[in-house]
């Protein structure tokens, strides 16, 4: 049983177009984060969101991207215009906090664009 | 900064056999390290983790890890190889002073032969 659950698990985008990804927390719990895998490269940190805030975002979370929590349930990743690089899994985690704690991954959504 | 090299893309062994994954670790600070285990189609799944405590670190499926400072690493070991333990591994270091990113390995893909 996943500690969080991802949709879609697979979506196939034109380059330039809008895409949401959404991941429902299993439990209830503050923090959350997003995290992206390329093909055959590293798991990479995107975004951290804490108490409906973001509170740290790397180098590749530029203004295409942004992440929300609409109705205090979903929490969400948008990419505005998508780039063929944006092709990726996109995992959503959930977490306790504080560098000890670890984190709690759903089955990713993959993202492809053509 | 923090970050883990894993050391071979692609481990294979025999069912039954030793299994060991190479991750050493670079952190400026005491680290916390964590194991991952992704299946095919699946999330990332903790393994096990170390928070400085016991050195010795064990997790599920009768995996296990020793962190050494000495050699600033943090292998992976199974006694016994599985056919069900192939998949994909990552080996992770989170950030002590924010607990908000994890920096993970590229991954060792583990091949078990019947």
């Known amino acids: 049983e996943p500690e969080v659950t991802q949709t879609p698990s697979h979506q196939v985008t034109q380059m330039g177009q809008e895409v949401i990804l959404r991941c429902v927390p299993i439990s209830n719990h503050l923090y959350f984060y997003w995290y992206r895998q390329i093909l055959g490269q590293k798991v990479e940190f995107l975004v951290s969101f804490y108490n409906n805030e973001i509170s740290e975002k790397s180098e590749i979370f530029d203004d295409q991207f942004s992440v929300e929590r609409p109705d205090g349930s979903n929490f969400t990743l948008k990419i505005r215009s998508t780039k063929l690089e944006d092709s990726a899994m996109y995992f959503c985690?959930?977490?306790?906090?504080?560098?000890?704690?670890?984190?709690?991954f759903g089955e990713g959504s993959r993202l492809t664009v053509l | 900064a923090q970050s883990v090299t894993q050391l071979g893309s692609h481990v294979s062994v025999s069912e039954g056999a030793l299994v060991l994954l190479r991750c050493n670790y670079s952190s400026s600070v005491p680290p916390y390290l964590f194991w991952y285990v992704q299946y095919p189609n699946q999330g990332l799944q903790l393994l096990l983790k170390?928070?400085?405590?016991?050195?010795l670190v064990k997790g599920i499926n009768g995996f296990e890890a020793e962190f050494k400072k000495s050699e600033t690493s943090f292998h992976l070991t199974k006694p016994s190889a599985h056919m069900s333990d192939a998949a994909e591994y990552f080996c992770?270091?989170?950030?002590?002073?924010?607990?908000?990113?994890?920096?993970f390995g590229t991954g060792t893909s583990l091949t078990v032969i019947p």
């Open positions: 985690a959930r977490g306790r906090g504080g560098a000890s704690g670890e984190l709690f």
């Open positions: 170390y928070t400085s405590a016991a050195t």
């Open positions: 992770a270091v989170s950030d002590p002073n924010t607990g908000n990113q994890f920096y």
